[in-house]
């Protein structure tokens, strides 16, 4: 199997956030490691499914801490339609909001043009995250698709272990 290598650049826009979530600064922890205090970068891939609201409720419990960036990753065919972009950045704010208040954490929303796979990969490889975390039903080739990465932590929060640790 050989691994094919794209050099296609993708199109994206960044969400500007809505201004009622406070700029955070820099946390003072004196006592922690160099890591903690830098804080990590976590990729959430998100849409506007149930696994996927799913997934991105698991990572703020059980994965991100105060000190943490998390990226909001959304894919859509198009970023010019107005309706779909719309919708889209208002899904992403929403999402903001919550990861605000429920893990007090910076947080970082963009919308690419192109393949969900290839985006999630491609930006991926550009931020070198701690972790990336999507939804699925576990039926997805993702795991194929991004191809071993050792620097990173692929998290597949499965329908089916969301509802067994209930």
């Avoid at 794209?6 to 946390?27: A, C, G, Q, S």
Wanted: with cysteine; proline share 4%.
């Amino acid at each position: 199997m050989e691994t094919i290598k794209e050099d296609k650049e993708y199109n994206y826009r960044e969400v500007v956030l809505p201004t009622l979530i406070p700029v955070v600064p820099e946390p003072g922890l004196q006592k922690e490691t160099v890591e903690r205090k830098r804080g990590r970068d976590i990729i959430i891939a998100v849409d506007h499914g149930p696994n996927s609201k799913h997934a991105f409720d698991w990572a703020l419990v059980h994965l991100a801490r105060i000190a943490d960036t998390i990226h909001l990753v959304h894919a859509v065919s198009s970023i010019r339609d107005k309706v779909v972009y719309e919708t889209s950045q208002g899904l992403l704010e929403k999402l903001a909001v919550e990861a605000f208040q429920v893990a007090m954490v910076r947080t970082k929303a963009n919308i690419f043009e192109g393949d969900a796979g290839k985006v999630i990969c491609k930006e991926a490889e550009r931020l070198k995250p701690a972790a990336v975390v999507m939804g699925t039903r576990g039926r997805s080739l993702i795991k194929w698709f991004c191809f071993p990465l050792s620097y990173m932590i692929y998290l597949f929060v499965t329908l089916q272990f969301y509802k067994m640790s209930k």
